[in-house]
Each structure stands twice: as structure tokens, then as C-alpha cells.
């Protein structure tokens, strides 16, 4: 019985792997279907389209993690593009490639190229994409815990963005503004900031970074001591999260509104509000365990006593390629600026929340090993199997051949549906 047991588990194992392979197998085939069409438009002398579809490939080696190859097709992209004068499509693409580096913490590399993006996206009065550059310049410095040229990179983001009217990208840049202030400790200026960050958002209908800029409002009341103050901004987190779907920031909100109130010596409240962020967050697969291990305790010294910040994706993911051009001759549509996410703190984050990376899919977790054959021959001495199987063993291995059948069958869907890649820029 329990080989046949860790027959199935292998069988749906193997099913699991073999869906997978089918979505990196085709995430690949398109990301050579863009570099073909590349190569038709150079044939057409069509260098500016070139350029874009050069660009989309390296965007979707990007989202597959491969760096390697999304540099190789960027840097074809930018020579091409230049080469047509498209000076829009150039920032764009050395913007991607900035990307590339600041995934990988090279963030000297990478400046380097936000600053190229900034050339030629100014050289194309592209302010929009500026804004974007300027913003991930100010990411790099500020990873590298130099506030100075942060701030500074931070407000030519604002600058060039309002002139573009991207007031996401403004709200955005006026909380990673603010979080300079903040790990300064100077926490006047960072809710000033941060309440720009509010308005910007609200204007651009942005709802979970508004819900993460009171989060940090609550917290500028929060570390000085003002618990009353906080707790209204932290309730308006809660409130605009929740609007947005943004649970993670609810649970850190509610989490922070607990602090307050144990801060107030009213432990009935902390509970209360720590019973909410456990119920939110492990349904967002946080960890919880310090949180629970306070409510058992309410009454001794806490775990953990620093407040939650409330966490977005803080990587600038680049601005999408303008899509693939459909026909000869023409070029792409311009695509959409993604935004940059708020440069929240590591430090202060404690255990909530998932860990802020790039727009990169993270890897899956290792499945567990099925067992060595000296281990299932040891099995077979408990019970010899029949040769029709146990009960109700051949209906779990019909069961794992239909489940194998329907991933399959929902790769071919997923590769079928896949829209045009773009680095987007997550909030």
C-alpha cells in the first residue's frame, strides 16, 4: 500500500514538474518568436520596429529571471533603436536594463543606465519615462543608505512627473521622499512627504499606495509616542488597503493598531487588533507566530515591539515596451509607465509581509524527495501488494492522470492567452 501510495505521489509530483516545464518551454518559444520578428523588420529595413520587438524580448526573458538573456536582446534593442532616431524606445530600454542590475543589487551598474534612460527620454521630451529613471536613481541611493542623492533623484521624479501629469508616479516618488525622513528619524518632514504621497494618489484613484502612505503617516505618530494620532491614520490604511485589496498592508495596519493601544496600556484593545492581523495575514501566508505568542502574553513584554512598515514592492520595475509592431512599417503603441514601489524598510518591517523584490516570479519551492528505492523496498515487507492494488488505489492513479491531463491542458490555455509582455512597475 505505501508503495503504491508514493507511486501516486510521484505520478502527481511528476505531473506538477511536467506543467512547469510546459510554461518555462513556452515563456521561452515567445521569447524567440519576438527576436524572429526582430530579425523580419531588419529584413524590411524597419530598424525602429526592430528595436520594440528586440526590447519585448528581453522583457519577457525578464519576467522568466533570466537576466542574461534580457541584457543580450535590451542592448540589440537600444542599437537599433538609436539607429532609427527613436530616442523614446532608447530610454525605455536602458531603463529595462537598469532593471536587469538593480534585481541584481548592482546598483552602481544599474545608475548607470538609469542615467542613459534619462538622456534619452529627455533628448525625446518623454518626461513621463524621466520621472520613472529619476525615481529608480533615487532607489539605488537610497539602498545604498545615502539620503542625500536619494532625495534629491526623488524630486526630479516629482518634478518631471507632475509636468507629465503622472501623478502616480508622483505619489510614488513623494513616499520614497518621505521614507528617506523617516529612516532619519526626522519624522515631521516624512509625514509631510508622505502626505503628498496621499493626495497624488487619490488624484490617480491609486488606493493601495494610499493605504500604505497613512500607514506611514500612523507611523510618524507612533515612534514620537502620539498613540491617538496614529491610530486614525493607521484606521485610514486599513480603510483604502482594503478598498485596494491590499492585505498585507491591512494586516500590517492592524498589527501597528495593536502597538498602539498596548502602548496605551489597553490590552484588550492590542488584542483585538492583533486577532485581526493574524486572521489577514495567514490567509496571505505571512508569518504570524510573534504576533500570536503577544497575545498570549499582552500582559509580559512583547516579542516584538516596533510597529509594522507597511510594505509595497519597492523594486522600480521599468516601464512596459511599447507593444510589438503589427504590421511592416509601423511601430508600436507607446506602453503604459509602470510605477515604482514605495522604498519601504527592511529594517523596520520585522516578520510581516513578503519579502520586496523585483517584478521577477519568484522560484518554486523545492518539492521533497520521493524516497530512495532501498527505503520502498523495506515497504513491501509490511504488506504484499495484489495485483489488482488496494481498494481504491487504481482510482487515485486515475485521479493523478486527470490532474496531469488538466495542467497540461491549462498550459497550452496559458501559453495561448498570454498577453505582450511588459515590465510593469508594482505599487
Not at 511528476?14 to 510554461?23: D, E, G, Q, S
Not at 497575545?295 to 511599447?322: D, F, W, Y
Not at 509582455?421 to 505599487?427: A, D, F, M, S, T
Amino acid at each position: 500500500m505505501k508503495i503504491k501510495i508514493n507511486l501516486i505521489g510521484r505520478s502527481i509530483l511528476t505531473a506538477v514538474m511536467l506543467f512547469f516545464v510546459f510554461i518555462e518551454a513556452s515563456c521561452a518559444q515567445d521569447c524567440t518568436d519576438y527576436a524572429r520578428e526582430a530579425e523580419n523588420y531588419l529584413n524590411a529595413n524597419d530598424s525602429g520596429s526592430a528595436g520594440v520587438l528586440y526590447d519585448n524580448a528581453g522583457i519577457c526573458y525578464y519576467n522568466a529571471g533570466d537576466c542574461d538573456n534580457a541584457l543580450e536582446y535590451f542592448e540589440k534593442s537600444t542599437v537599433y533603436s538609436l539607429k532609427a532616431e527613436d530616442y523614446a524606445q532608447a530610454g525605455v530600454t536602458y531603463d529595462n536594463m537598469g532593471m536587469c542590475y538593480y534585481a541584481r543589487e548592482n546598483y552602481e551598474r544599474a545608475l548607470l543606465y538609469f542615467n542613459k534612460s534619462i538622456e534619452y527620454s529627455l533628448k525625446a521630451n518623454d518626461s513621463k519615462m524621466a520621472g520613472v529613471a529619476f525615481d529608480n536613481m533615487g532607489l539605488c541611493y537610497y539602498h545604498k543608505k545615502d539620503y542625500v542623492p536619494a532625495l534629491m533623484y526623488f524630486n526630479k521624479s516629482i518634478e518631471y512627473s507632475l509636468k507629465a501629469g503622472d501623478y502616480k508616479m508622483a505619489g510614488v516618488a513623494y513616499d520614497d521622499s518621505g521614507m528617506c525622513f523617516f529612516n532619519k528619524g526626522e519624522y515631521d518632514k516624512a509625514a509631510g512627504y508622505f502626505n503628498k504621497s496621499v493626495e497624488y494618489s487619490l488624484k490617480a484613484d491609486e488606493y493601495k499606495l494610499a493605504g500604505v502612505a497613512y500607514n506611514n503617516i500612523g507611523l510618524c505618530y507612533y515612534y514620537p509616542e502620539d498613540y491617538n494620532t496614529s491610530l486614525l491614520y493607521f484606521e485610514k490604511a486599513v480603510q483604502y488597503s482594503l478598498k485596494a485589496g491590499d492585505y498585507i498592508t491591512v494586516g500590517a495596519a492592524y498589527e501597528n493598531t495593536g502597538l498602539s493601544y498596548y502602548n496605551k496600556d489597553n490590552c484588550s484593545g492590542a488584542v483585538k487588533y492583533w486577532n485581526l492581523a493574524v486572521e489577514v495575514l495567514k490567509k496571505e501566508n505571512a508569518n504570524v507566530s510573534y504576533i500570536e505568542q503577544n497575545i498570549k502574553n499582552c500582559n509580559a513584554p512583547l516579542n516584538q515591539t516596533h510597529a509594522v512598515v507597511a510594505e509595497t514592492s519597492e523594486a522600480a520595475g521599468a516601464v512596459g515596451a511599447r507593444e510589438a509592431a503589427g504590421t511592416s512599417g509601423t511601430t508600436g503603441t507607446a506602453g503604459t509607465t509602470g510605477t515604482a514601489g514605495t522604498a519601504g524598510t527592511e529594517e523596520a518591517a520585522g516578520n510581516v509581509g513578503p519579502e520586496r523584490v523585483t517584478v521577477t516570479a519568484g522560484t518554486a519551492v523545492n518539492a521533497g524527495t520521493a524516497g530512495t528505492a532501498e527505503n520502498e523496498t523495506h515497504l513491501t515487507s509490511e504488506k504484499p501488494a495484489s495485483s489488482g492494488g488496494e481498494p481504491g488505489e487504481n482510482n487515485l492513479l486515475i485521479w493523478a492522470a486527470v490532474l496531469a491531463a488538466v495542467l497540461i491542458i491549462a498550459a497550452f490555455m496559458y501559453k495561448r492567452s498570454r498577453p505582450v509582455y511588459g515590465l510593469q512597475k508594482k505599487v
